[in-house]
């Protein structure tokens, strides 16, 4: 048991660090290690490093980790394995919000490129809170069939405000739909610094109801049973989670599968609990989402894919080989 | 340790549990019984808390529990819901640690040397310590079941609320769950309340049983005060019979099917007998229900086959059982569907006799050897066990006889076997009294529990006459038998 945990940190801490320094070198500039902390050397490349490749590699590590976190809890709180971050429509209500603005050509003097990244927050906020509210006023409970069916109803209905603005939209169609299709280039530090303290906050919620999670997998009474306030769980849980979501959507757009398939491929290749499962999805979502950046902007260089296709198309096919391996032991 | 007091409640506003208030002390087995929906669930999650009572209160250790806090409720009281489930897998072994949940506190929970120990003894006591490693779902339903009740166990708590412990449970599970539960109970003074569907066992392995018929208490008492026929007959608009357990001081029930199987006016007659080299036999179409003392399947059965065999006066009596079962093979008779007796008598010599009753007809047949004929009130003065020398008597009767009016058929049928030995001046050779039969007579009373239902069979029922007049008058033939034949 201890070695297995040993070699599932130690192999995931490994896939980040070799993804971090892939993301971070490779470009079309090709950079060497040499020049991280050494000005002299290469100026040129030197800023590129520090102002463009860093901040949009650890910015899609943060996306990455936030989406497969909080799908992995999702997942386990809704105890439903098609459940992912944007199964409770917070997403949609961040892409709302986001969309919005362009949309309406909104920018707040003084915060200027923040404004996307705000209003999709508000956005997210905003349907976080009335998704609960709605949800209690039908069952006081939150069983999860009312909360998956209100998530249901809350994304469908935003999604449909999401087509009206796409089809109304002219000339801002190319930049919404890019947004759409999530991206995490030229963001620069600055998103970066917005996403962290989210990251923190929302991780360290789900971490604290790592244990809670485990025993609510065996059901809402069974978990009272043993002790668990489920109440206070799910609303910590469903916060927690909403918090990543909202904050990863409002500075990336919606980026699928991360937060869907990591849990499920980590929980395959190590275990279901909880304990393990957070940190492990944690690293491995991060690690996807920078090898899914670096392909998405290499491959077809100069030009760049939308990174959302890429992490289907690259995950896809691993997690079918994964579901295949694992099945037919 | 746990009182609930005068508990009401349900889901919406219909109560479906009123007012049920009961007590149980440390160390105790409380079954809850009643039938589909009549509230058992819905009281057991009332008990432990997931659903609030309307009115009532609900104590462990004087205490209420809305006063104590989940995690404090959890290490004293375990709940095991009916249905179990979990949508990821999981390893045996993680899903028992689970019930390690409420003690375990602090930021980073540290597994200690007790809750391993826990978990272990909990694997052992329900014999899933070897799949530790194995996923849930690759495991049967039994052993799925038994891996939660081990999570149960872990809580390591006094009480135990179980809903239906021992479904998808095959006997020897059922039994080793409840083997174990009631040693945990009686040696260390584990207290549990458990939810049954079958009666049996509630009543084998409960002290005191709960019955519930529509939200309310129906009967509460030992088993023996709650296991009554007509009461569950009544609560469960069910048609049952019950019986002794044959071990235990704890009553069982059968189901009685309502099917009327098409066995329209079958009955027996005298051409239903068959005779062979060295055995007579009766072979009827179905089974008769018997009561008997035979050699082969003797006490109380349905058989469909009666035989009585001739054996040599050097038959050796110690492999008589294997021996007998051999025979009825060979003679390509069914051992489970066959009672046989045996006599030194010629068997073709049987004096057989059919008569004609209000209620039917009654056949008796009769072998008698009486070289070892005795007066059972001097029976005592003789020390030597003697086997040679036999009266063996059939009733069987076209008729529906109850359990008494059995009993009391084998009595008339005793009375007039006695009396047709004082009529032949039968004697004992020792004390020189008449005798009243001999040390190994045997005694079969059948009936095709069809047609006219017979309560009693004492000597002056309808039945009982024809037994008495039957079986006198047989048996005085035989005898009459055997002493030409010893003439000769």
């Given amino acids: 048991m201890k070695k297995k945990l040993l070699l599932a940190y130690s192999s995931s801490i490994f896939l980040l660090l070799i993804s971090f320094w892939f993301g971070v070198s490779i470009g079309s500039v090709d950079i060497p290690l040499s020049s991280l902390w050494n000005e ?43 459940a992912d971050p944007y199964t409770i429509g917070v997403s949609s209500g961040a892409s709302v919000g986001a969309i919005s603005t362009i949309f309406f050509g909104i920018s707040i003097p003084f915060i200027g490129s923040y404004t996307i990244a705000i209003f999709g927050m508000l956005g997210a906020f905003i349907t976080l809170i009335t998704v609960l509210i709605f949800a209690r006023l039908i069952d006081r409970s939150l069983k999860m069939e009312t909360l998956i069916l209100t998530g249901v109803i809350f994304s469908s209905f935003l999604a449909s405000c999401i087509s009206l603005l796409t089809a109304l939209s002219h000339e801002e169609l190319k930049p919404i739909v890019g947004w759409l299709l999530g991206s995490v ?59 990543l979501t909202g904050a990863a959507v409002s500075v990336s757009g919606t980026i699928g599968f991360v937060g869907l398939v990591v849990p499920h491929m980590t929980r395959m290749v190590w275990g279901t609990d909880h304990r393990h499962l957070l940190p492990l999805s944690f690293m491995n979502g991060a690690s996807l989402l920078i090898i899914c950046d670096l392909i998405s902007r290499t491959i077809v260089a100069p030009e760049e894919l939308p990174i959302g296709v890429i992490t289907a198309f690259i995950g896809a096919p691993v997690f079918a080989y994964i579901f295949y391996k694992q099945r037919r032991k | 340790m746990l009182k609930v007091e005068q508990i009401s409640g349900g889901y919406h506003q219909t109560p479906i549990v009123r007012d049920i208030s009961f007590l149980v002390n440390k160390g105790e087995f409380l079954g809850i019984l009643g039938p589909n929906g009549c509230g058992k669930s819905t009281l057991i999650k009332m008990i432990s808390g997931i659903l609030k009572p309307t009115s009532g209160k609900v104590l462990i250790d004087g205490i209420p529990i ?15 819901p009916q249905m179990q489930s979990n949508t990821f897998s999981t390893t045996v072994r993680e899903t028992v640690e689970i019930g390690r949940y409420p003690h375990q506190s602090g930021f980073f929970s540290s597994w200690s040397e007790e809750d391993e120990e826990a978990v272990i003894k909990a694997m052992e006591l329900t014999d899933v310590l070897k799949y530790q490693d194995t996923n849930l779902e690759f495991l049967s339903g039994g052993e799925r079941q038994r891996v939660f009740i081990a999570q149960a166990l872990a809580q390591s708590s006094e009480l135990l609320l179980l809903d239906e412990p021992t479904n998808y449970l095959d006997i020897a599970h059922q039994k080793q769950i409840l083997d174990m539960i009631r040693k945990e109970v009686t040696e260390h003074g584990l207290t549990v309340v458990s939810v049954f569907h079958d009666i049996n066992l509630a009543s084998l392995y409960c002290d005191h049983l709960l019955l519930m018929e529509a939200g309310s208490v129906k009967a509460y008492g030992e088993p023996h005060e709650v296991i009554i026929e007509q009461q569950i007959m009544d609560v469960y608009e069910a048609r049952i019979s019950t019986q002794a357990h044959p071990e235990q001081p704890k ?14 006016e079958k009955s027996v007659s005298l051409s239903n007998i068959q005779k062979g080299e060295d055995y007579i036999a009766f072979i009827a179409e179905f089974p008769l229900k018997v009561l008997s003392s035979a050699v082969h399947n003797a006490g109380l059965g349905w058989y469909a086959t009666f035989i009585n065999r001739t054996v040599p006066q050097e038959y050796d009596i110690e492999n008589v059982k294997t021996e007998f079962l051999q025979y009825i093979i060979e003679k390509g008779f069914s051992p489970t569907n066959t009672v046989g007796m045996m006599t030194a008598v010629d068997t073709k010599k049987a004096v057989m006799k059919e008569y004609l009753a209000p209620f039917g007809s009654l056949i008796v047949i009769v072998t008698a050897g009486i070289g070892g004929a005795i007066d ?33 058929g084998m009595m008339t049928a005793t009375e007039a076997k006695s009396k047709a030995l004082q009529t032949e001046k039968v004697m004992d050779k020792l004390s020189n009294t008449i005798a009243t039969g001999t040390p190994t007579d045997s005694l079969l009373v059948a009936a095709t529990q069809q047609g006219e239902f017979m309560q009693y069979a004492g000597p002056l029922t ?17 005898i009459q038998i055997y002493k030409r034949e010893m003439e000769r």
């Fill in chain 2, 66 to 80: 809305e006063k104590l806090n989940p995690r404090q409720l959890a290490k004293k009281m375990t709940v095991l």
């Fill in chain 2, 462 to 478: 309808e039945v009982g006459k024809m037994i008495g007049k039957g079986v006198y008058e047989a048996t005085v033939e035989a």
């Fill in chain 1, 40 to 82: 002299e050397i290469n100026p040129r490349a030197f800023s590129i490093l520090w102002n463009i490749r860093m901040p949009r590699v650890i910015l899609a590590g943060f996306v990455g980790a936030s989406l497969a976190i909080a799908g992995a809890a999702f997942q386990g709180l809704l105890r439903n394995p098609l």
């Fill in chain 2, 251 to 264: 009553p069982q029930m059968a189901i009685l099917p309502d099917f009327e199987e098409q066995r329209k």
């Fill in chain 1, 185 to 243: 280039a030229m963001r620069g530090w600055s998103y970066v610094n917005i996403l962290f303290p989210f990251l923190l906050i929302g991780s360290f919620i789900l971490w604290l109801n790592r244990r809670e999670l485990n025993v609510m997998m065996y059901g809402d009474d069974r978990a009272t049973a043993l002790g668990v306030n489920v109440k206070r769980s799910k609303y910590a849980i469903l916060i927690g989670g909403s918090v």
């Fill in chain 2, 376 to 408: 059972v009130s001097h029976a005592y003065e003789r020390t030597a066990y003697q086997t040679i020398g036999t009266i063996n008597t059939w009733v069987i009767i076209n008729g529906k006889l109850s359990e008494e009016a059995f009993v009391q």
